[in-house]
């Protein structure tokens, strides 16, 4: 039992790790942070994380994984990924959208990873822990406990934004090789509803060196001994997104 205010530090020795806690060494493959109590939390580098906390080596690195009820979870995200608005204006919705992650999680889980079920950025679904936790997020997680979205007796594909443009896109397009006849790109209303994020409307200015390098990093060309001759847009997508982009080089003699 460790007593709160303590400091844990983990090192890597050879291929175990090695915990430090005051003048006291303990050394294992991996460690196990658990809660003493029920409702009680375990704090790493600031934040504070319901369930249990495995710390472990993998590729010569110190990880943690925080191992934690599908439910705890879905309270540590809701507010990471959906304005709360005030008072009660979004209640709704916030319950749509806590089937809606719920969902993800549970088809993440079943991917069945080696080391862990799901990233906590936006490579998933952003997880604040405890500390991203509201009592009336956490009511209406409460309220929809179990809950699922699914398809064709099937738990849903889902992905979502902050911002769409003004049109969603389909699936296909960005995330998977088959047709979901749910994900289907649409008008966000005539007025966008998005309109309001900060996102909406972006400019970003591509040099040319910066061309040839993602080209030359993508493996497109076998050098960068190359100049940018022309760029231009060959085909759109319904919602108005780049489909085809052609790009002419220009070798240093000259020929494209």
């Not at 911002?163 to 209303?189: H, M, R, W």
């Not at 509803?193 to 990093?217: A, G, H, M, Q, V």
């Not at 997508?237 to 002419?248: A, D, K």
Request: glycine share 6%; net charge negative; aromatic share 12%.
């Amino acid at each position: 039992e460790i007593k709160s205010g303590n400091t844990l530090k983990f090192v890597t020795q050879s291929k175990s790790l090695l915990l430090k806690i005051s003048d006291k060494e303990f050394k294992s493959d991996y460690f196990f942070l658990n809660p003493t109590a029920e409702g009680n939390s375990v704090e790493i580098n600031g934040k504070k994380y319901r369930g249990t906390i495995k710390i472990f080596i993998n590729n010569y690195q110190i990880k943690s994984v925080n191992q934690i009820s599908l439910e705890d979870y879905v309270k540590g995200v809701m507010t990471k990924e959906m304005p709360l608005g005030n008072g009660n204006e979004n209640y709704a919705a916030l319950k749509a959208f806590s089937i809606c992650a719920r969902t993800y999680a549970y088809n993440k889980i079943k991917e069945d990873k080696d080391f862990f079920d799901i990233y906590p950025d936006t490579r998933d679904q952003v997880y604040g822990g405890v500390d991203g936790e509201t009592d009336i997020t956490n009511k209406i997680v409460d309220e929809t406990k179990g809950q699922l979205l699914f398809y064709d007796h099937e738990p849903a594909v889902m992905f979502y934004h902050s911002t769409c443009g003004g049109y969603t896109e389909d699936a296909k397009n960005v995330f998977t090789q088959e047709d979901i006849p749910y994900l289907k790109s649409i008008k966000d209303g005539n007025e966008p509803y998005c309109k309001i994020s900060p996102r909406y409307e972006w400019i970003e200015n591509y040099n040319e060196e910066i061309f040839i390098d993602r080209l030359f990093t993508a493996k497109l060309i076998e050098n960068k001994d190359y100049q940018l001759s022309n760029a231009k847009v060959r085909s759109r997508f319904e919602s108005g997104r780049v489909n085809e982009f052609e790009i002419t080089l220009r070798k240093s003699n000259g020929e494209e």
